[in-house]
């Protein structure tokens, strides 16, 4: 693992957004996997800027994101579809049918399981991701892989633990169905990308960002699998790197 401690969450996200580009400009086809959630909003401001001003172009580029909410429609406002469309999608020159969110509207098990292995399948037709962009849980989750998430695991249902439940309340109107489950990549198919960056700002993520450097490899962490990983760099800012 590479580790890599910037000033200011602004410097994580122009060193992500050199990252992006570098992948971007330097294949046909490339295919990044994308992540939600407050983290990676300044990335996707950056890139929309960079696209705008036709420093980059997505015009080629297959993406693939981490994970949705289970029982929510795709146009729900806090769907990470939604959210994708909203802060990069709808701003930049990507191929509206080639941007992948999980399929995981419906209710029905043995519908979600399909769609999770259709996920899979998608990912390895299109070669397989380049870069792998992830955020980090106050808990060390990755995607939704909450602790105890083996490290073999591939897209899947996950019930996501109170703390996320909790953390990710913040989005959601006081009475607003909230939904407890999602289709997530596994960390195994997080694993099999071909360069993965986690990026991580704040000091609320300083002791999740200690146990997955500095910890032993645990399910109780997931994001310790990164330590497996040949080509993952981890950019802090330098509270998120307050305790290491
Ligand atoms: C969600 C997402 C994760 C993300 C995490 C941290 O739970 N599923 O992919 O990394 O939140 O989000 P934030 O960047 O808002 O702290």
Known sequence: ???????????????????????????????????????????????????????????????????????????????????????????????????????????????????????????????????????IGVNGHIGFNEPTSSFASRTRIKTLSESTVVANQRFFKENEYQPHLALTMGIGTILESRAVLLMATGKAKAEAVKAMIEGPLSAMCPASALQLHKTATLVLDEEAASVL
Not at 15 to 43: C, E, M, Q
Not at 47 to 56: G, K
Not at 67 to 93: K, V
């Open 1 to 135: 693992m590479q580790v890599i401690i910037l000033p200011s969450a602004h410097d994580v996200s122009l060193y992500a957004a050199d990252r992006v580009a570098d992948v971007i400009n330097s294949k046909t086809n490339p295919v990044l996997g994308l992540a939600t959630g407050s983290t990676p909003i300044a990335l996707y401001k950056e890139l929309v800027a960079r696209c705008q001003s036709e420093q980059v172009s997505f015009c080629q580029t297959i993406s693939f994101n981490l994970d949705e909410y289970i029982g929510i429609a795709d146009s729900h406002a806090q769907s990470y579809r939604t959210f994708m469309n909203q802060h990069l999608f709808d701003h930049i020159d990507i191929v509206r049918s080639n941007t992948h969110v999980p399929l995981a509207e419906s209710q029905d098990i043995d519908v979600l399981k399909d769609s999770a292995q259709d996920y899979e399948n998608s990912i390895q037709q299109a070669g397989g991701i380049d870069l792998q962009i992830l955020g």
